[in-house]
């Protein structure tokens, strides 16, 4: 029985993909539907789900916190049980990468370039070499 299930989901995978290209080709509604044989209305139905919409843009707006909540309730739910666990490092796994979203949202991660050059400069200057630095890029 999965694998009907899973064939499913991929043919309809395949449909939304054949939806979105005839769509983006510029074809109408009615003629996707001549070409796929699928009614027009469903159609619409399966690409509109794919298009942003007024939530899309609040989370878009807020998505630095709502990294950073996700990050902080899967410390939280982190317990001393969880140590014996495999699923444990995943948890931790998951939460370096919620921060380092987190701080590309925030337009920090561009910090990280700027303590690294700090660090070569000053391994070059205690060598007593200058920094040769690319003045076109």
């Known amino acids: 029985m999965k694998k009907k299930i899973v064939k499913k989901t991929v043919k309809k995978a395949r ?3 054949t939806f979105l290209a005839l769509k983006n080709a510029g074809k109408s509604y009615r003629e996707i539907e001549e070409i796929t044989g699928t009614d027009h209305v469903q159609v619409y139905r399966e690409i509109a789900k794919l298009l942003p919409n007024d939530e899309t843009e609040e989370y878009k707006k ?7 909540e996700a990050q902080r309730k899967i ?5 001393p049980k969880d140590l014996k666990k495999s699923s444990f490092k995943d948890k931790i796994i998951s939460t370096g990468i919620l921060f380092d979203k987190e701080r590309l949202e925030r337009n920090l991660s561009t910090n990280n370039h700027s303590i690294l ?13 200058g920094l040769i630095v690319d003045q076109e890029s």
């Open 15 to 17: 449909n939304i993909e």
């Open 62 to 68: 807020h998505r630095a916190d709502i990294f950073a």
């Open 117 to 129: 050059f700090s660090l070569v400069e000053a391994a070059c200057q205690s060598r007593g070499e």
């Open 75 to 79: 410390l939280v739910s982190c317990t």
